[in-house]
């Protein structure tokens, strides 16, 4: 196999997650610093930090998923399997991109998994259905189960705050909970995403699950530095006005409901968790306070992204073919 080859996919698995750590970081910290509590600074470094130890520590449970579930890419030729990890990437990746430079958030799931399924087809690779339809369902659950989440949590814990914490120390405890709900976050966005740089580069042979998750969390990480400001200002100020209270239980929501999901190894969406999350605060106060055109947007681009992202890289393999002699 060329080593040009092996290079080129490393390239664009660090290119994917470069356009993960700048699309998705405001998953981690948007709403919190849509608050006021947090400054963009702030928020930037606990992402890096806890994402980081989130893609070490977890992150081999969806890699695995990424990389063998959809297409099983073990089983193929080992040049055919590399050239699907390339284009794939290349096509999630580039997807990413272009919705980041619109400032939306979009599912890196969505993209990733979209593009490996179009570049399995490119090469008549066996598609595993049942698994995308499982991945499938669970897109759909994510966001309305955080909304559910958070919608019913709000109530309590503002009534649960306020009778236990003295009015003196109200901000103080505030900006405790602020911190602590991006920690936690971050620490599961790491887990679950890095999978969507590094999985399918794990299924192709090139890298082990550990090596893949620092190599993914590094390229995520130089993302998040580079242009991960975006679209944080999408989450945090387009969607809805939040109070630091409704931004520490969208937060939370969010992060119970990706934790959940990470530990059953299913990928899915920090960018659809958190947005349903903050609608569903935001539904709290009415539905006059969420804007319904900005949400119509994400929804749209969230729509487009797997069927982008596999297009692309359905293309990506085609061109490799005029090129590169296939199984030579």
Not at 64 to 90: E, N, R, S
Not at 306 to 324: T, Y
Request: proline share 3%; with cysteine; aromatic share 10%.
């Amino acid at each position: 196999m060329s080593i040009l080859l092996i290079a080129f996919t490393l390239l664009a698995g660090g290119y994917i997650g470069w356009a993960i750590g700048a699309n998705d970081a405001a998953n981690c910290v948007g709403a919190d610093i849509g608050s006021g509590k947090m400054t963009v600074k702030q928020g930037i470094i606990i992402t890096c930090f806890f994402s980081f130890l989130g893609a070490i520590l977890l992150g081999s449970r969806v890699i695995k998923t990424i990389g063998k579930g959809i297409v099983p890419l073990d089983t193929l030729d080992p040049q055919v399997a590399v050239i699907i990890a390339l284009a794939a990437c290349f096509g999630a990746g580039t997807w990413v991109l272009i919705a980041t430079l619109r400032g939306l958030p979009v599912s890196t799931s969505h993209a990733i998994v979209g593009a490996v399924a179009g570049a399995g087809l490119a090469f008549g690779a066996p598609v595993i259905w049942k698994k995308l339809l499982d991945i499938f369902i669970c897109w759909v659950l994510t966001p309305v189960g955080a909304a559910v989440i958070a919608y019913i949590l709000y109530r309590p814990f503002r009534r649960i705050f306020y009778f236990f914490v003295p009015r003196k120390f109200n901000d103080a405890v505030i900006v405790f909970f602020i911190f602590a709900t991006s920690i936690y976050l971050a620490f599961n966005w790491g887990a679950n995403d890095v999978a969507n740089a590094t999985g399918v580069i794990t299924g192709a042979g090139i890298m082990n699950a550990p090596q893949a998750a620092v190599f993914g969390a590094i390229a995520i990480i130089i993302g998040i530095v580079t242009f991960g400001r975006k679209v944080i200002q999408t989450v945090g100020f387009g969607i809805t006005r939040l109070a630091p209270l409704m931004a520490i239980v969208a937060e939370l929501a969010s992060g119970l409901n990706v934790n959940l999901y990470t530990l059953f190894g299913i990928p899915v969406s920090t960018s659809h968790s958190i947005v349903g999350a903050v609608v569903g605060v935001g539904l709290v106060k009415g539905i006059k306070m969420v804007n319904k055109k900005m949400i119509g947007e994400i929804v749209f681009a969230w729509s487009l992204t797997p069927f982008a992202s596999g297009a692309i890289s359905f293309l990506v393999v085609k061109l490799i073919g005029l090129f590169v002699k296939i199984g030579g």
